[in-house]
């Protein structure tokens, strides 16, 4: 069973997040809260697996909030929830430690997707934002150039794409091996865990 928070200052929009997902057996609501200050309150004595976190809000925003909460809870899951779809926004959010971000007039299979997806530990863009993680040369870091091979680099955009391991040799015309090889050498030099880890560190890096 997913645990699940929504904060949401709109009455309307949290009615709606409760009709979707009401038929959804795995999926439980515990709680709702209207902004960031009461949502850090509310941690303090109910546990949850996900945060469905609104950007705009009262008070705290959730921008302020996904910081505070990823640094007090660093294993919670966070999903954001705009209607914004500026790139500012997105890299904001996952600078911050968010682990997805979907936009308001995402559909409710999407919306469940994204959940879930978070949930797994795995990041999570609505399908209608643009393609943010382009490879640009202009913009790639000093350390990323000296660190990573070109094959690597390589590798790293089909990932921040959201690309299986299938996809990538596929794409790539290399064996699915040289993939999963090419995939731990980039994790081992840039010091991060999981596929994740490598979107935020891209991010961070301003590489994507």
């Known amino acids: 069973m997913v645990r699940l928070i929504i904060t949401d200052d709109h009455p309307i929009v949290k009615d709606g997040l409760q009709a979707i997902l009401a038929t959804e057996k795995d999926i439980e609501i515990v709680a709702y809260v209207s902004n ?8 303090m004595h109910i546990t949850a697996d996900v945060i469905l976190m609104d ?6 925003n959730g921008i302020e909030a996904t910081l505070c909460v990823k640094e007090r809870y660093p294993n919670m899951k966070i999903l954001c929830f705009s209607q914004y779809d500026d790139k500012r926004f997105v890299r904001q959010v996952f600078k911050r430690g968010a682990n997805g971000y979907l936009l308001k007039n995402s ?8 959940i879930k997806t978070v949930v797994k530990g795995d990041i999570y863009l ?3 934002l643009p393609n943010i993680f382009e490879e640009s040369s202009r ?10 091979s070109s094959r690597e680099r390589d590798v790293l955009n089909e990932i921040c794409n959201e690309k299986n391991n299938h996809e990538i040799a596929k794409t790539l015309n290399i064996s699915h091996n040289t993939v999963e090889s090419h995939r731990a050498n980039i994790l081992l030099k840039t010091g991060v865990k ?8 891209a991010i961070e890096n301003n590489i994507v």
């Open 36 to 43: 960031g200050n009461d949502l850090l309150e509310m941690l």
């Open 55 to 60: 950007i705009n809000m009262p008070g705290m």
């Open 107 to 114: 559909s409710p299979t999407e919306m469940i997707r994204a």
């Open 126 to 128: 609505s399908e209608e």
């Open 139 to 148: 913009r790639k870091s000093k350390y990323f150039t000296s660190t990573l």
């Open 194 to 201: 999981n596929v994740a880890g490598l979107v935020k560190w």
